[in-house]
């Protein structure tokens, strides 16, 4: 029997373990992938506190699991297929290896990148179209790119493309971005990037592998092409949510949980913490702190704290 069981081993899964563990709990974590979450798509991580050297997603998740290895936490490389009794004092987590029982889950399942939903870009996915620039971008030295999106992690991407890329695209549906005006100035200082700004992808083309990205113009709907072998979506992201929905666990209409300030769910014993819950800012610094209150509450529940 678990005291907390977590789901999810991002920024948000591991803190909520640090703190599950510290306040004396038996506790596990369940990561069907590998610890780290969206963080590790992350070439650059400048705004984490402490860590002025800009650490990548994966050095940081790195560190982050390490800290977490100091103390006596359970990680199980399983996917969770359902949650028994969500709604009792124990619950039942159901994974193809076996069944566990817990007394509190705290879901950390994060979010998804979303798709674009233009035509090719199933047929391209994996070759040439991308959801993660430092995944993949490595691929195409020398080569033409774009990046569709006008948040942070759009120009996040264009510039860590720039590095390598020999031109770089950015495609934005509007004249304004949603992303910070020091990335914005960075990418426009920038000679190997370049902004269009009213633009929308048609169509994705090419032989075996993308070879141009077809556009539109929103403004005028004058249409042209982009020469490119690599396109990046970067245009937000989708909670992963649907275990925590299947249990019973209310969501907003876009799918993220439902939280109080203590980042308790409508179910008793149930808490969320991370990308997957409402939040007005999706980082890793605050799917770190929303880890430390989910597991303080969750702590709090099983001391009988009010």
């Known amino acids: 029997m678990y005291d907390v069981a977590i789901i999810g081993g991002g920024a948000a899964g591991m803190s909520a373990a640090i703190y599950a563990a510290r306040g004396g709990m038996n506790t596990v974590v369940f990561e069907k992938l590998?610890?780290?979450?969206?963080?590790?798509?992350?070439?650059?991580?400048?705004?984490?506190p402490g860590f002025a050297d800009t650490?990548?997603?994966?050095?940081l998740a790195e560190a982050i699991k390490n800290h977490a290895g100091?103390?006596?936490?359970?990680?199980?490389n399983e996917g969770v297929k359902e949650i028994r009794g969500a709604d009792c004092s124990v619950k039942t987590i159901v994974t193809r290896r076996g069944e566990y029982q817990t007394r509190t889950v705290i879901f950390a399942t994060g979010a998804s990148p979303k798709k674009l939903g233009a035509d090719?870009?199933?047929?391209?996915?994996?070759?040439?179209?991308?959801?993660?620039?430092?995944c993949d971008g490595a691929f195409f030295k020398n080569k033409d790119a774009v990046v569709v999106g006008?948040?942070?992690?759009?120009?996040?991407?264009?510039?860590?493309?720039?590095?390598?890329?020999e031109n770089v695209y950015i495609l934005n549906r509007s004249k304004r971005f949603r992303a910070v005006k020091t990335l914005v100035e960075k990418v426009k200082v920038n000679p190997k990037i370049t902004?269009?700004?009213?633009?929308?992808?048609?169509?994705?083309?090419?032989?075996?592998?993308?070879?141009?990205?077809?556009?539109?113009?929103t403004a005028t709907n004058e249409r042209g092409f982009i020469n490119a072998s690599l396109a990046v979506i970067a245009i937000g992201i989708t909670p992963d949510s649907a275990l925590a929905?299947?249990?019973?666990?209310?969501?907003?209409?876009?799918?993220?949980?439902?939280t109080d300030m203590y980042l308790a769910a409508n179910l008793v014993g149930v808490f969320a913490a991370g990308d997957v819950r409402v939040s007005p800012l999706r980082q890793v610094i605050t799917a770190a702190a929303d880890g430390a209150v989910a597991a303080t509450s969750a702590v709090n529940y099983l001391n009988g704290v009010k």
């Not at 590998?34 to 984490?48: F, H, K, L, P, W």
């Not at 994705?204 to 539109?216: M, P, Q, S």
């Not at 929905?245 to 439902?258: D, L, M, N, Q």
């Open 245 to 258: 929905k299947s249990c019973g666990v209310e969501t907003c209409e876009r799918g993220f949980i439902k």
């Open 150 to 165: 006008g948040g942070n992690t759009a120009f996040e991407d264009a510039l860590y493309l720039a590095n390598f890329c």
């Open 120 to 134: 090719g870009e199933e047929k391209f996915a994996g070759a040439g179209v991308s959801y993660c620039a430092t």
């Open 34 to 48: 590998s610890c780290g979450g969206q963080m590790t798509r992350t070439n650059e991580i400048d705004n984490y």
């Open 55 to 59: 650490p990548s997603g994966a050095e």
């Open 70 to 76: 100091k103390f006596d936490i359970e990680f199980k």
């Open 195 to 217: 902004i269009y700004t009213d633009i929308a992808v048609d169509y994705f083309d090419g032989a075996n592998a993308l070879e141009r990205v077809y556009v539109k113009n």
